[in-house]
Structures are given as C-alpha cells and as structure tokens.
Nanobody, 128 residues
Framework: QVQLVESGGGLVQAGGSLRLTCAAS????????MGWFRQAPGKEREFVAS????????NYADSVKGRFTISRDNVKNTAYLQMNNLKPEDTAVYYC?????????????????????WGQGTQVTVSS
C-alpha cells in the first residue's frame, strides 16, 4: 500500500501561483496512474487532474484547464501540481491519490468515492 503526503499549500492572492507536492512511499507509486483532488468547505471532493503511471495522458477538470499542470518524478516517488492564475474558487484542501484498482493505467477514476484512503491534504486559500 502506498502512503501519500501532500504539501505546498498556503495563502495566496488571486492571480498568484503555488506548487503542490505529493510524496509517496511504497513500491506501488511508480506503476500507478495518479490524480489530484480537492474539497472545498461544504462541497464534495472533486477531481482536479490526473496522469498515467509514466507521466503521459494528462487530464484536467474543465475548471482548471489551462491554469494547472500535473507532473511526476517516479525516481523520486513524487508528483506535483503547478497552479497558476489562482482564483478564489480554487480555495480547498488538495489531496493526491493513486489508481485504487489497477497498475500501468492511463487514467484514474474521477469519483473520490472509489478510493480507499487519503492523506491529510494541504490547504490552499486564494484571497480576492
């Protein structure tokens, strides 16, 4: 089982940037597609972005397309989410996770309910 720790969140003004990091332990990170999710107060956890086990097939929610970039470094067992031109509606706790059901995949399930466990997340707050 892979353990995941998110970091890099903070308070930023609208239009600013942040880079989130997802540090994974365990052998199964590098052969799994992975994704970023977020949960705003009072809302469901939602899909943000994902990529395949080897860094291809980036997929983004429409709300972040063109502003966020997902990447990974399997040597370091780490994934990243570069967030530019942040908006107040991006305020949320951000989480990363890996495909819960298969290895060597291109995409992850978009529903957060399909995942088995989550890290503590990292808070992103965007002020207007």
């Amino acid at each position: 089982q892979v353990q995941l720790v998110e970091s890099g969140g903070g308070l930023v003004q609208a239009g600013g940037s942040l880079r989130l990091t997802c540090a994974a332990s365990g052998r199964t990170f590098s052969n799994k597609a992975m994704g970023w999710f977020r949960q705003a107060p009072g809302k469901e956890r939602e899909f943000v972005a994902s990529m395949s086990w080897n860094g291809g097939s980036p997929n983004y929610a429409d709300s972040v397309k063109g502003r966020f970039t997902i990447s990974r470094d399997n040597v370091k067992n780490t994934a990243y989410l570069q967030m530019n031109n942040l908006k107040p509606e991006d305020t949320a706790v951000y989480y990363c996770n890996v495909d819960p059901s298969q290895s060597w995949g291109r995409y992850v399930p978009l529903s957060a309910a399909e995942y088995h466990g989550w890290g503590q997340g990292t808070q992103v707050t965007v002020s207007s």
